[in-house]
């Protein structure tokens, strides 16, 4: 079986400061994918940054990257330079082979960015 | 990124009726679509996987004869909800996957629906 778990329901950052939003997952499967997605008021999953359990460096993309920590199960999200456009909920997922690739999601983490 | 369309965005209907969600990936073939439900600020809870031509796999506590899922070709799967009630009201979302390793779902707008 496959877990994710997201403890912080809720973030505050400042414009412009970074963030970093936690994520640890529990798997069974000898591969597997990390993701985060970025969840708007209007109810749409963006894509933000994926992550391969055997991907030597860790994932960045733009102003995402992702800290990926194996041994501690860990995938945590950090958004540089936020913005106020930045404000939504972050859901990290995890994909593995034997689930059938389905994408299981974490709680979620609501961020508020601050002017 | 591949685009998924889902249609419609948002559905009233009438409790005791039937309501069709579709779902079509749009510029690439979907082997496998995943259908989720989401209540308010809630995370995203998987319902079923589909697969062309198979039938799909429910997750635990999914009713299949109320939620009938059909995958007929490589780019459309549909949501069935049956004699709808007012607790299915909810907001609805489809992915889709183009291969079998655990590469990126791309996800569509999704469907809100109220049983009124």
């Known amino acids: 079986a496959q877990k994710i778990t997201q403890t912080q329901p809720g973030m505050f950052v400042q414009e412009k400061e970074a963030v970093t939003l936690d994520c640890t997952y529990d798997?069974?499967?000898?591969?597997?994918?990390l993701f985060w997605y970025k969840q708007p008021s209007s109810g749409e999953m963006i894509f933000l940054i994926y992550q391969g359990s055997y991907d030597q460096q860790n994932a960045t993309e733009g102003r995402y990257s992702l800290n990926f920590q194996k041994a501690r199960k860990s995938a945590n999200l950090v958004i540089s330079a936020s913005q106020l456009g930045d404000s939504a909920m972050y859901f990290c997922?995890?994909?593995?082979?034997?689930?059938?690739?389905?994408?299981?999601f974490g709680a979620g983490t609501r961020l508020f960015v601050k002017a | 990124g591949a685009v998924v369309s889902q249609h419609p965005s948002w559905v009233i209907c009438k409790s005791g009726t039937s309501v069709k969600i579709e779902c079509r990936s749009l510029d690439f073939q979907a082997t496998t679509m995943f259908w989720y439900r989401q209540f308010p600020k809630q995370s995203l809870m998987l319902m079923a996987t589909?697969?062309?031509?198979?039938?799909?796999?429910?997750e635990q506590g999914v009713e299949k004869d109320k939620f009938l899922i059909n995958h007929a070709s490589l780019t459309l799967s549909t949501l069935t909800v049956t004699s709808a009630h007012p607790e299915d009201s909810s907001f609805y979302i489809c992915?889709?996957?183009?291969?079998?390793?655990?590469?990126?779902?791309?996800f569509g707008q999704g469907t809100r629906l109220t049983v009124v």
């Open positions: 798997t069974s499967d000898p591969s597997y994918g």
């Open positions: 992915s889709a996957s183009a291969g079998s390793r655990g590469t990126e779902a791309f």
């Open positions: 997922a995890i994909s593995g082979n034997t689930g059938g690739f389905k994408t299981i």
């Open positions: 589909s697969n062309e031509g198979s039938k799909a796999t429910y």
